[in-house]
């Protein structure tokens, strides 16, 4: 028999600020999947629960795939759904395990607790036993409290922001752990911070800070002593005590000295972060400069992508504010996409007209009429759909997903696309299921503030990022934070 390893990843970023809670209809949406019925929707693909698969059957593991549960970015996880979720994974965990591997978010909070990580692995850790190795890995907008780091053996932060290395970051954790098992070491973890919501640049990997501290990671790493280090940037649209960048050692506890090394390095590592807070990488528009910007540019052989960065659900933001492309329609832009706004409602009355069909219909602003109204529009529908595709570029590689009932709203010279499902779009796929080539497109507005870039980036001629409201807002002092520990940057000090 091999060793018995459990496998387990529930996900959430929970953005605090918003009054969308997220129930367990938001993780059936998005993908709800319990023991046998994890393989055949990961295996093969982009992420870490397919490098999860893999080890166990390169080291011959028993592994018991217990849970995989993913949702789109948004409000607090409600007391029902969270006590469903953990509740499936806690009842697997007991003192037979070799090992428990996990792919958690980092940045979870649900009406119960505002660490839902540092909770959950609390309640593992006392279930499984002091001695299991507990590998986790992570994303690096975790907000990584002491919690997690007493009650895991080791903590493994995606490398990448785009995040295409989900599953390279598996494999870490699970080699990590494989390496425990086998008592070449004896993974420890502890977590460094500062008085700072947000730094290392929001964790983008190609520029600024980053590029030094992910070279530190990898240099420190392959001490000895060390098992991992890893830099997260921290999810700052959440109100809680610890929100914030934070840089997390994995350390062998067998070899001496090796808890003191790992202070040291994560100390220095913290320093380099509090002293490069302010080193940010990009800068945004408001609508009407950026659409100054486009009239200027004129046409060429290549699409100019907008980034409608605050209103991104991938931070958990509604995803139907229509702000941007009231913009867009004002400008009276030729050769436009505009991808996505949420508004089941809006998706009903296109269904009606049918294709060909001419609607006059409220369009986005529905979840939060107070921050934002709908826009009236005109349009005529070109597509209906039940909204499903599949992820192609370096992100989610292989991963199903879908919009739900969505349709192709034409505007003027823009096309948008209408949902069910809120998401943030990162892939060429969201456009092309609807029979839309971004390619050949003048203008492509995508809700997305980073991980577009992974597909949009090498079709753009041009990538323009536009702050035109949104709960992801850049103005962190626009927010009103009560929960977070004061004094602390950029809410209290320049
Ligand atoms: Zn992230």
Redesign the pocket.
């Known amino acids: 028999m091999g060793r018995r390893v459990l496998s387990a990843s529930i996900k959430h ?1 929970t953005n605090t600020f918003s009054k969308l809670l997220t129930g367990l209809d938001a993780y059936r949406s998005r993908g709800l999947h319990l023991g046998d019925a994890i393989a055949p929707v990961y295996l093969g693909t982009n992420s870490e629960v397919a490098a999860h698969f893999d080890a166990a059957a390169e080291n011959g593991w028993d592994m018991v795939p217990v849970i995989a549960a993913n949702a789109v970015p948004s409000g607090k996880v409600t007391r029902e759904a969270w006590e469903y979720l953990s509740g499936e994974l806690l009842a697997a965990v007991d003192d037979t395990y070799d090992g428990i591997l996990l792919a958690l ?1 980092g940045a979870m909070v649900t009406e119960v607790d505002e660490d839902g990580e540092g909770a959950l692995l609390q309640a593992i850790r006392d279930k499984a036993g002091p001695d299991v190795p507990i590998c986790v890995s992570l ?3 975790a907000n990584v409290t002491e919690e997690m780091a007493q009650n895991a053996s080791g903590l493994f932060s ?1 490398r990448t ?1 785009p ?1 295409i290395d989900t599953y390279a970051t598996g494999k870490r954790a699970a080699e990590a752990l494989q390496a425990a098992m086998e008592g070449e070491t004896a993974p420890h973890c502890l977590v460094a911070r500062r008085p700072q919501i947000d730094g290392a640049n929001h ?1 983008r990997s190609q520029d600024g800070p980053m590029i030094g501290l992910l070279r530190r990671c990898k240099e420190h790493g392959a001490e000895g002593r060390i098992v991992d280090v890893s830099v997260n ?1 921290g ?1 700052p649209w959440a109100d809680i005590e610890w929100a914030g960048p934070s840089v997390t050692v994995t350390y062998d506890n067998d070899k001496d000295g090796a808890a003191d090394r790992a202070r040291e390095i994560a100390e220095s590592m913290m320093d380099t972060v509090w002293e490069e807070r302010a080193n940010v990488t990009i800068k945004h528009l408001q609508v009407g400069e950026a659409m100054d910007r486009i009239k200027a540019a004129g046409s060429g052989d290549k699409p100019i992508v907008l980034a409608d960065f605050s209103d991104n659900p ?1 931070g958990g933001s509604y995803g139907d504010n229509p702000t941007l492309l009231a913009g867009m329609i004002e400008a009276d832009l030729q050769g436009a996409v505009f991808g996505t706004i949420a508004d089941p409602e809006a998706v009903i009355a296109c269904q009606r007209a049918g294709v060909r069909g001419t609607v006059k219909i409220p369009l986005g602003g529905k979840i939060d009429p107070d921050f934002v109204p709908p826009l009236r529009v005109t349009g005529e529908v070109v597509a209906i759909s039940e909204g499903g595709f599949t992820y192609e570029g370096p992100m989610a590689t292989g991963m199903r997903n879908t919009m739900g009932p969505t349709v192709v709203l034409r505007i003027g010279g823009i096309d948008v696309i209408v949902t069910t499902n809120r998401l943030q779009v990162l892939d060429l796929a969201i456009f092309r299921s609807q029979g839309i080539d971004p390619e050949e497109k003048q203008i492509v507005a995508v809700k997305s503030a980073h ?1 577009f870039r992974g597909a949009f980036g090498p079709i753009a001629r041009e990538v323009l990022l536009v702050d035109a409201l949104g709960l992801a807002t850049p103005s962190l002092k626009s927010l009103h934070y009560e929960n977070v520990r004061r004094p602390v940057w950029p809410l209290d000090m320049e």
């Open positions: 970023e978010h994303d690096l907008h995606f922001y995040h964790g940037g999810f991938g991980h």
